[in-house]
């Protein structure tokens, strides 16, 4: 399994941009699908953004489509997440995740490996 870590979370205001990544070590980040979630406080966790392999196709949350950008740079064994135009609901723990296959969808449970998450806490 790969193993996750990450950063760039922090609180910011309303408005306000963030830049999160994640970095990968183990297991065979290039070649697999990745994918972001949060989980807010009382909140199930939920899916944000997912990346193919080679970064060729992207897919976004209803919610975040338009604010957020995710990408990868499989050379650096990392994956991002431009957060712009944040708003106090994107207030979360965010994660990031790879599954054990090539690819897997916006279930949480389709994933395997876990970072430790990034706090990201947006004010109003």
């Known amino acids: 399994q790969v193993q996750l870590v990450e950063s760039g979370g922090g609180l910011v205001q309303a408005g306000g941009s963030l830049r999160l990544s994640c970095a990968a070590s183990g297991g065979t980040f290039s070649s697999t699908v990745m994918g972001w979630f949060r989980q807010a406080p009382g909140k199930e966790r939920e899916f944000v953004a997912r990346?193919?392999?080679?970064?060729?196709?992207?897919y976004y949350a209803d919610s975040v489509k338009g604010r957020f950008t995710i990408s990868r740079d499989n050379a650096k064994n990392t994956v991002y997440l431009q957060m712009n135009s944040l708003k106090p609901e994107d207030t979360a723990v965010y994660y990031c995740?790879?599954?054990?296959?090539?690819?897997?969808?916006?279930?949480?449970?389709?994933?395997?490996?876990w970072g430790q998450g990034t706090q990201v806490t947006v004010s109003s």
């Open positions: 995740a790879a599954p054990n296959r090539l690819w897997a969808g916006t279930l949480p449970s389709e994933y395997d490996s």
């Open positions: 990346i193919s392999w080679n970064g060729g196709m992207t």
